[in-house]
């Protein structure tokens, strides 16, 4: 969930926010540069196989300065490119890579790190800090007890992950705040991971559309949720995608948690669309880039 590529600004424009930041500080967002705004590449995947290069250049254009990947083998690697050159298209438009999306069912479910060890040299490759879990299989989550299993994997791949300089992430769906008993696989997650070595990716759409509060679980872990997925709600149904600042989640309210939350990387996705995606991801952009960061 994330916008952000060419906004240098004018003198004018930064003596007028210099003179902002006092209320900044005092709204409880993060002191210092603005946090660079971020697009989960899964938003436009029914394009991106089919023009690497177009799309990342247009991703680029629209202000976005990070992108989150998806879908790595090392057979495929990134749509068709090795690692290396990927990581030259990037660098060409001015883009980095904090975090990518890596399927780890199959480790969760056998236990072989040998399995995660590709994943993470497609990581390292573009010098990610985390490697994230995006989804699990509902076979590996049929109650409490599966969600523990699942924790302490998670745990074994970070540890992993660690001697490589990464942290594991960990990207939630609604599945993961239904009750089991008096908790929730998601807070079986929080609890049971290493603080250290695993971190949280918080869908924000998800989060809200579960019923659930951000900014309660920002207060209860604070410091865990160090990426946001800034995905909008339609107003008028929950099931779909809009553009940030256009559907009813309350995204400035959000962002005056981000301190407390550990935010360091704001990302934008979106996963239906009513308009052109490049037009819609520019205006996704503009609004977190005018409104939130």
Known sequence: MNSRRNFIKQAGIAVAGAALLPSFACSG??????????????????????DVKGVIEKVAKAGYKEVETY??????????????SFKALLDANGLKAPSGHFGLDGFIKSGNLDEVKPLIEGAVALNMEYLTCPYLDASLRPDADGYKRVAARLNEAAELCAKSGLQLGYHNHNFEFDKLGDTTGYEILLQETDK?????????????????????????????????????????DNTINTEVGSGKIDFKSIYK?????????????????????????????????????
């Open 71 to 84: 879908g790595y083998t090392a057979e495929a690697g990134y749509w068709g490119l090795d690692a290396k």
């Open 257 to 293: 948690h981000a301190k407390q939350s550990g935010l360091k990387h704001l990302i934008v996705e979106q996963e239906n669309f009513s308009k052109d995606p490049f037009v819609s991801i520019k205006q996704s952009f503009d609004y977190v880039n005018r409104e939130l960061v």
């Open 29 to 50: 967002a993060p002191a210092g540069p603005a946090h660079p705004i971020g697009l989960q590449l899964y938003t436009l995947r029914d394009l991106l196989p089919k």
């Open 196 to 236: 250290k070595n695993v971190q949280f990716e918080m869908d924000l759409y998800w989060v809200v559309r579960s019923g659930n509060d951000p900014l309660a679980l920002f207060a209860k872990h604070p410091g865990r949720f160090v990426m946001w997925h800034v995905k909008d709600m339609d107003k008028a």
